[in-house]
Structure formats: structure tokens, C-alpha cells
């Protein structure tokens, strides 16, 4: 069956460039979460939508960073004038319902900013 | 705060067991994950502790003790394919929902 798919699956921008990642979740899936993480690292979280509404951007590093779910499937995380530090994998997990459910991941982005 | 420790890496023989532990300190614990993340890919879903004890599921185990903020993960008959990260992940309620925090990972390496 079909799982959390994510793209483009590798990215590399130039610092200063904006960049997008898509995140196509579970079909049906009313949570969606997104995470950084670094070489090495578990994964950290940046934010959760549940349907359209993102309930939590807590974990964003910055103000350059912004997501987006409007109609509550798929989600565009933004980075705007990326620096070198934004270099991580970007993945993308979807969760059936609200709270209690097993988070399923994509396959993330991998992001290199030079 | 939300802390989460696990040991960095681990090598253990092939057919034998591994227990890989983890601890944590949260201030609305609301279960705990184990994920397997190859390298390259995505972590993938092995394991759910919400209450104390032992949770089962073929050659993989899980432990729970909620008083003491500690956790393991058991793999039995390890195979070479066993051979990657371990992720222990603790959900925290926090204001408006929950939060996953996951721990650094314990790299397990599986040799002949």
C-alpha cells in the first residue's frame, strides 16, 4: 500500500536560495509531523499539524522556516534563505488519528546547502 | 525539560541477544517507541510501551518501568539485517497535544 512519500528525496541549494519539500502522507492520516535531523542524530522536531491546523511550531529553528497544510494532506515545509547549518535530512511521519497513534515515516530529504 | 539517553553504539554476535536501554526524564510521559532506522532510510516502527512490563513481538521485545523512567529493547537471534540505529522515542503531553522526542539512537553492529 501506498506510505508517507516525500520530495525531492535529495536537494542541494546554494546558500541564500529558498527551498520546498513535499510531503504526501497516508491517505486518510489526520496527523502529520515534521523533523530535522542531523548526521548521526535522532530526529528533532519542528511541527505537527493536526488536519490544516498546525498545532505546534515549537520546534521551527527560525523564523526562515514555515509550514503548511492547507487542506490537511499534503505539507510543504519552507526554508527561506537557507544557510549552511539547514544541511540535515527533512522527514515527513503521518499518524492515523490525534495523539495516541504510531507516527509512519517517508523516506525524508536529504538537504545540502553550500 | 525532556531528556532522553541511550547508548551510542553496541556490537554483539550474530544468534545471539542484545538489550539496548534507554532512559528518560519527561513531565507528561504518555508512552514510549522503539523505531529501527537503516542508514539512508526512514526510521521504521518496532515497538509501544504505555504501561509497565514486557511487550512481545517475535524476536523483539520491548520493556517498560514508568517509576524508574527506564527502558530496553530486546533482540533475540540477532541476524545481520538487525545491523542498525535504535531509536527510543518517548511521547510527552504537552500544551495542545503531544510531543515524540526521540534519543540520539544506539547504533547496533551485528558481526559473523
Known amino acids: 500500500g501506498a506510505g508517507v512519500s516525500q520530495s525531492p528525496r535529495y536537494k542541494v541549494a546554494k546558500r541564500g536560495q529558498d527551498v520546498a519539500l513535499r510531503c504526501d502522507p497516508i491517505?486518510?492520516?489526520?496527523?502529520l509531523f515534521w523533523y530535522q535531523q542531523a548526521l548521526g542524530q535522532g530526529p528533532e522536531f519542528l511541527t505537527y499539524f493536526q488536519n490544516e491546523a498546525q498545532l505546534d511550531k515549537s520546534g521551527l529553528p527560525s523564523d526562515r522556516f514555515f509550514a503548511e497544510r492547507p487542506e490537511g494532506s499534503v505539507s510543504t515545509l519552507k526554508i527561506q534563505r537557507t544557510q549552511q547549518e539547514d544541511s540535515a535530512v527533512y522527514l515527513c511521519?503521518?499518524?492515523?488519528?490525534?495523539?495516541?497513534?504510531?507516527?509512519?515515516f517517508g523516506p525524508g530529504t536529504r538537504l545540502l546547502v553550500l | 525539560g525532556q531528556n532522553i539517553d541511550q547508548p551510542t553504539e553496541m556490537t554483539a554476535t550474530e544468534g545471539a541477544i542484545v538489550q539496548i536501554n534507554c532512559t528518560y526524564q519527561?513531565?507528561?510521559?504518555?508512552?514510549l517507541f522503539w523505531y529501527q532506522q537503516h542508514a539512508g532510510e526512514a526510521p521504521t516502527f518496532l515497538s509501544y510501551?504505555?504501561?509497565?512490563g514486557l511487550e512481545e513481538k517475535g524476536r523483539f521485545s520491548s520493556f517498560l518501568s514508568r517509576s524508574k523512567g527506564y527502558s530496553y529493547l530486546l533482540l533475540k537471534e540477532l541476524q545481520m539485517k538487525d545491523s542498525a540505529s535504535y531509536l527510543c522515542?518517548?511521547?510527552?503531553?504537552?500544551?495542545?497535544?503531544?510531543?515524540?522526542?526521540f534519543g540520539a539512537g544506539t547504533r547496533l553492529f551485528v558481526k559473523a
Open positions: 510501551n504505555v504501561l509497565d
Open positions: 522515542a518517548v511521547r510527552d503531553r504537552v500544551t495542545g497535544g503531544f510531543k515524540t522526542i
Open positions: 519527561t513531565s507528561g510521559f504518555n508512552g
Open positions: 491517505s486518510g492520516h489526520v496527523s
Open positions: 511521519a503521518s499518524s492515523l488519528l490525534a495523539g495516541v497513534e504510531t507516527q509512519y
